[in-house]
């Protein structure tokens, strides 16, 4: 479920995708911590699936927030 959400995102926000892919290969451990989490806690998983679903404005505005959060990081 929540890999479906991501490949939503992914396809509908491609320079989200393309930030997540260098966090990703730039901070492998980052990618390991949220893997860990989605096995570990499929309930979180579940939670930020749902929301996606239910309130697509509410992750639309999260993850354009992260995305102007990664810009500065990067």
């Known amino acids: 479920m929540i890999a479906d ?3 939503r995102i992914a396809n509908d926000f491609p320079v989200i995708a393309d930030t997540f892919d260098r966090i990703a290969k730039d901070f492998p451990a980052i990618a390991d911590t949220f893997d860990r989490i989605a096995k570990d806690f499929p309930v979180i998983a579940d939670t930020f699936d749902k929301i996606a679903k239910d309130f697509p404005e509410i992750a ?7 995305l102007i959060t990664n810009m500065y990081i990067f």
């Open 60 to 66: 639309k505005a999260f993850y354009n927030k992260s």
């Open 5 to 7: 959400t991501f490949d």
